[in-house]
Structures are given as C-alpha cells and as structure tokens.
C-alpha cells in the first residue's frame, strides 16, 4: 500500500481523475454497499478539555445546554428508532475527558435495554477509556469504538493541549485489546497540511481501523476557530481520494461538514466514500 510520499505524490494529481480513480478502488475492495450510522449527543457540555474546534471544550465562549448522561431508557428509545429507520450502526457520543464508572455501567444497561429490542450494531466514543471500562463496554454488546486522532502528532498540540497524542493511540489499543473493532479519524481545514493528513491516516492504518471518519472543520462562533476560512470542495474531495488510496478496505466516512458542500455530499461520495454519519450531528 502507498506510504507517505506516494500518498503526497498523488495529492498532486487532478482532482478529478484523483475521485473517479478512488471511486474504483472502492468498488473493487468494498462493493456498493454504503454504511450508515447514527449517533445520540448522550451527554453535552461541561468539558474540561481545551480542543480549540469544539463547542463544548472549555475554550468555547457561547454557552451550550449542558446534560448529564441521558437515562438507558432514553438511548435504547433513540437506537431502536434510527434501526425503524435503517441505520447500521448507533453510537453513544459523550463530552468530557472519559466517562465514570458509574457512566459506563448506565451506558452499558442502555446497551442492554437496545440488546432486548433490535440487533442494531452499537458503538461508542466516550474518551479515553481505560481497558476494564472498555471490556465492560464490549461484553455489554458495543462492537466498535471510536477515538478521532484528529490530525497527525506533529499538529496535534497545535489543537489541543490538556491530553495527549499517545493518550489517544493508548485508547484505541485498549478498545482493540477489548475485543473491539475500532474508529479513529479526523478534522481536515484545522490549519493543518495535506501531509499531517496522511500522516494521520497511515498512523490509523498502522492500528488497523475499521473506520475512518472525514470532518471538515465548521468555523463555529465562539470558538478559536471562528474566523478560519472554510476548505475548498476541491480539497475536500482531494483528501477523501488520497485517503481511499492509503486505506482501500475501510469504511472511509463522511462525518461533520456534510453541510458545508455545495450538493450536500453528492461529488464527495464519489471520491472514494463508502459510508456516512445520518441523522444529527453533535
């Protein structure tokens, strides 16, 4: 598979012809089949770390309406609904660093609770979870967990200071140890290069993700962020081509940014793309 110079190499091809030849790859090493997924915002606000792109970190100047964890019985409500509506996979997203203990064994009766009413296939991103909570997790019934590595290591201080490259890779690998699939991808338009975008994906390839999910940064007001220009659709495109390249068998998805494209996606998911974030975002 290309390494990080070849992948630069192809970064320099035309856009177009970058799309169409990922779009092959895909079909080749993946079929048709698009993934969905769903996610529930299942505890918002209150974040203690600095992650300069985000709305909920402690760096955020407009207030959100902070929640603690929802109720089990309100999550397996949400996951068996976005099953009614065909969605894969059902992910329980949660703020802050990691969750509690005590969190983890709500999130695990959500679990149960979904396990008694749909075969939905769960998922979780809730920090940086330690090996014993994310065996309990998986032995609950959640298949796939998900730590965004967001950028490479050399421009990930850059984004954040209050945790760490290594804390992220170190979770990731307690999730797989686990017995989980694992999920790890990024923000492209961070301030970052085309090269700490494949630097980032080789790092994920290396740890034998099974997904990859693409956000493309939205400058949100009140954020670090909020003035920083919006990447061009032909970048965009151009990173999920060289991302299909680096990665042929993953489910390389479209997360957070969708919005931001002129066709809603259309051109993107013709750029190597097989799988998409449905429903609401964060």
């Known amino acids: 598979m290309p390494n990080e110079e070849e992948g630069m190499r192809l970064a320099e091809e035309n856009t177009d012809e970058l799309a169409s030849a990922a779009s092959e790859l895909r079909r080749h090493f ?136 290594d804390e992220k890779i170190q979770t990731l690998k307690n999730a797989k140890a686990a017995g989980m699939e694992i999920c790890s991808g990024g923000i492209i338009g961070l301030g970052e290069n085309m090269r700490d975008r494949i630097e980032m994906v080789l790092t994920q390839r290396a740890l034998g993700v099974s997904s990859v999910p693409v956000n493309v940064l939205n400058p949100i007001p009140g954020t670090p962020f909020e003035k920083d220009a919006r990447l061009s659709y032909d970048e965009i495109r151009k990173t999920i081509s060289v991302f299909r390249f680096l990665l042929p068998k993953a489910e390389i998805r479209f997360a957070g940014g969708r919005i931001l494209t002129p066709d809603k996606g259309r051109l993107a998911i013709e750029s190597g793309l097989n799988a998409l974030i449905s429903g609401n975002m964060l």
């Open 30 to 165: 993946t079929g048709e089949k698009m993934h969905l997924c769903a996610i529930v915002n299942a505890k918002n606000g209150c974040c203690g770390e600095d992650c300069k792109f985000c709305a909920q970190s402690r760096l955020a100047k407009n207030a959100l309406k902070s929640y603690k964890l929802l109720p089990p019985e309100e999550m397996a409500e949400k996951a068996v609904s976005n099953y009614k509506d065909g969605m894969e996979r059902f992910a329980f997203v949660t703020s802050g660093r990691a969750l509690t203990d005590s969190e983890v064994e709500t999130l695990c009766e959500a679990c149960r609770l979904i396990r008694q009413k749909c075969s939905v296939k769960l998922c979780a991103s809730s920090g940086l979870l330690t090996y014993s909570q994310l065996q309990k997790l998986h032995n609950a019934g959640i298949t796939r967990y998900h730590c965004n590595l967001e950028t490479s290591r050399r421009f990930f201080p850059n984004i954040c200071t209050t945790h760490t490259y």
